[in-house]
């Protein structure tokens, strides 16, 4: 960090914050990373809410920008010398409602932004790269803060959190491997299996107070900030799948925490749970986005690079009746994550890419 040319101010843009959904986990990860860092940061509604400020960074993103109304105050903002970094993706899903907006911001706006980024692997955005003529900077996931500071060796051990398989996420017809090969036959070989599943798809009530969050937001809040934070805050309490205690106490105790992608991705991405469970100093399983992973090795992770559920069961079972070989996974991928995947460590990359753009330009004078 020494000798960087630094912000005085980060801003995150995130609509919807209180929504449960991996933006609002980055965004507040994000904040968090800033924050230990010492740095002044927040999460705001909109990019117009910034007026005239000197030596900020903005975090946005592509899917905030909505109207070619979003796209000229960003205009306005990088021809007062501001740095706006964008989160992308490509190809824009031509099932999306901004399809032709977001297509024509990538092919005509997109030097607005000095900062091009994403989570998804490099190999994800080289057509994006070609067609732009634009580097894009790969910043992963990372895990957020524990609730509390805990020692990994002080395991707060409860029957209701101490699970032989846990999964916590979302249940997607995209992941029907696990949910409908994977999971039945671990529990046809081992009928006994203690299986704890956990996330949104198993309970109605997340997706139910999510969408009332989005509504109120839009019909609520230009009549009433009142009615609005108070509409938020009781759906906030709705919508939370799992408390952050029981989830660190869940990933600690259990004896396998599973984590799964997709059946067939279009994109390569490491996703939060990823960083998050060993963090939280779970030992996980975990299918394979690339055939040799960046972030973990596996005397940290077990990766499985396999389609077959038969496959999947054994190494479950392998490790349920192996403890020594497991705790020794978790413990190594627990050092491991604590050192590289915090969202402290994400926001580095941040104010490095900023501090390099700031010396272009001085040395361009």
Not at 5 to 11: D, R
Not at 237 to 259: A, F, G
Not at 280 to 286: D, E, K, L, R
Request: glycine share 4%; proline share 4%; net charge positive.
């Amino acid at each position: 960090m020494k000798n960087l040319t630094l912000p005085s101010k980060i801003y995150i843009i995130r609509p919807n914050l209180k929504v449960q959904a991996a933006e609002s986990h980055i965004s507040n990860g994000l904040k968090d990373g800033f924050l230990d860092l010492k740095f002044n940061c927040k999460i705001i509604n909109s990019l117009e809410l910034i007026k005239e400020e000197e030596n900020i960074l903005i975090i946005d993103d592509l899917a905030n920008y909505r109207s070619e109304r979003n796209i000229s105050y960003a205009k306005k903002l990088y021809e007062k010398g501001i740095i706006i970094a964008l989160w992308v993706y490509w190809p824009i899903p031509k099932e999306s409602k901004y399809y032709q907006l977001h297509n024509k911001l990538i092919r005509k706006n997109l030097n607005i932004f000095r900062i091009l980024y994403g989570e998804r692997e490099l190999t994800s955005m080289s057509d994006f790269e070609k067609l732009t003529n634009r580097k894009y900077y790969k910043i992963p996931n990372a895990s957020p803060k524990m609730p509390k500071k805990k020692s990994f060796n002080k395991i707060n051990l409860s029957k209701k959190d101490d699970f032989d398989v846990v999964f916590i996420g979302s249940n997607m017809k995209s992941k029907s491997f696990l949910f409908k090969k994977v999971i039945p036959l671990l529990k046809k070989i081992n009928p006994s299996i203690k299986v704890g599943l956990f996330g949104r798809g198993f309970n109605k009530r997340v997706r139910i107070a999510n969408a009332i969050i989005k509504i109120s937001n839009i019909f609520i809040a230009p009549l009433s900030n009142k009615l609005n934070n108070f509409v938020i805050e009781v759906m906030s309490k709705l919508n939370q799948v799992i408390s952050t205690e029981r989830e660190l106490r869940i990933y600690q105790n259990s004896k396998i925490c599973i984590n799964y992608h997709e059946d067939s991705p279009k994109h390569i991405i490491y996703n939060l749970r990823y960083f998050k469970i060993p963090f939280y100093g779970g030992f996980q399983i975990v299918d394979s986005p690339l055939n040799i992973s960046p972030y973990f090795n596996n005397h940290q992770v077990v990766h499985i690079n396999s389609a077959n559920e038969k496959e999947w069961v054994d190494i479950i079972i392998h490790y349920l009746t192996h403890p020594l070989e497991r705790y020794k996974i978790q413990i190594e991928g627990n050092k491991k994550a604590l050192k590289s995947h915090s969202y402290k460590e994400r926001a580095k990359i941040f104010l490095s890419l900023y501090s390099d753009l700031l010396d272009k330009d001085l040395f361009k004078k």
